[in-house]
């Protein structure tokens, strides 16, 4: 029932910014995982499901550079990332849950997932 429509993925050099969007069919708890190539797959971002518009958390790995927003009128999430490195590079995506949890860094805490979007970083 409930549906995860990602995009905003694509090739950029280190350094440049990208903005990804979830679009889902309500509002959720929503998290950002990503996956290279040969890797498990990792926790980015997360943002509870608040009507005042959610509070985020973030892995040490992204924090000061990516931004986890949402727009609760138009049910989407967004990751807006900045300062991108060649070791972002993955598939990123999303994920959404009914309520909040204190595992919210882990991919099977969420029940509901998006199908993915490319984001590379050249050098």
């Known amino acids: 029932q409930v549906q995860l429509v990602e995009s905003g993925g694509g090739l950029v050099q280190a350094g440049g910014s990208l903005r990804l969007s979830c679009a889902a069919s309500?509002?959720?708890?929503m998290g950002w995982f990503r996956q290279a190539p040969g890797k498990e797959r990792d926790f980015v971002a997360a943002i509870s499901n608040s009507a005042s518009g959610g509070t985020p958390a973030y892995a040490d790995s992204v924090k000061g550079r990516f931004t986890i927003s949402r727009d609760n009128a138009k049910n989407t999430v967004y990751l807006q990332m900045n300062s991108l490195k060649p070791e972002d590079t993955a598939v990123y995506y999303c994920?959404?849950?009914?309520?909040?949890?204190?595992?919210?860094?882990?991919?099977?805490?969420?029940?509901?997932w998006g199908q993915g979007t490319q984001v590379t970083v050249s050098s």
């Open positions: 994920a959404a849950r009914a309520y909040n949890s204190i595992n919210y860094g882990s991919p099977s805490n969420y029940p509901y």
């Open positions: 309500g509002r959720y708890v």
